[in-house]
């Protein structure tokens, strides 16, 4: 995937009916997970790139992110993850996971069932 591009989500899975969640633009380089609620969420996102040297990808709340939302790592063949706290303020609001390294990461897996990337969003009450 291209520097900038989001990471392409192809499945929303293990939501609840009448979920307030929805994937946008499956399978592109413009996936989001649209989040129509606000309040408070726990966000766990991550991935695993096979791609050396430094890598960064960043969390973006309504196209928006920041240093504590950011990934960075130089080891490949791992799957790594970090969760943070966020406050949607704005309804609806997308979350998206950016590669922010400034070139082209493959984050295709070690094998074809291999996770390469996600993300897990709780709403906190």
Same mark, same amino acid.
């Given at each position: 995937?291209? !520097?900038? #591009?989001?990471? *392409? =989500?192809?499945?929303? /899975?293990?939501? *609840? *009916? %009448?979920?307030? +969640?929805?994937?946008?633009?499956?399978? &592109?380089?413009? %996936? %989001?997970?649209? $989040?129509?609620?606000?309040?408070?969420?726990?966000? /766990? =996102?991550? =991935? +695993?790139?096979?791609?050396?040297?430094?890598?960064? =990808?960043?969390?973006?709340?309504?196209?928006?992110? @920041?240093?504590?939302?950011?990934?960075?790592?130089?080891? $490949?063949?791992? +799957?790594?993850? #970090? &969760?943070?706290?966020?406050?949607? &303020? @704005?309804? *609806?609001?997308?979350?998206?996971?950016?590669?922010? &390294?400034?070139? %082209?990461?493959? $984050?295709?897996? $070690? /094998? !074809? @069932? /291999?996770?390469?990337?996600?993300?897990?969003?709780?709403?906190?009450?």
């Amino acid at each position: 995937m291209g !520097a900038g #591009e989001n990471v *392409p =989500f192809g499945t929303l /899975s293990n939501t *609840p *009916p %009448a979920t307030a +969640l929805t994937l946008l633009n499956a399978n &592109t380089n413009t %996936a %989001a997970m649209r $989040v129509a609620d606000t309040g408070y969420y726990q966000v /766990s =996102f991550g =991935f +695993l790139s096979v791609t050396a040297g430094d890598v960064l =990808f960043q969390l973006q709340v309504g196209g928006v992110g @920041s240093a504590q939302q950011t990934i960075e790592t130089n080891t $490949v063949n791992t +799957l790594i993850g #970090e &969760t943070v706290i966020i406050q949607i &303020t @704005s309804n *609806p609001t997308d979350l998206t996971l950016v590669n922010q &390294t400034g070139i %082209a990461v493959n $984050v295709g897996g $070690v /094998s !074809a @069932s /291999s996770i390469t990337a996600y993300m897990t969003i709780y709403k906190l009450r």
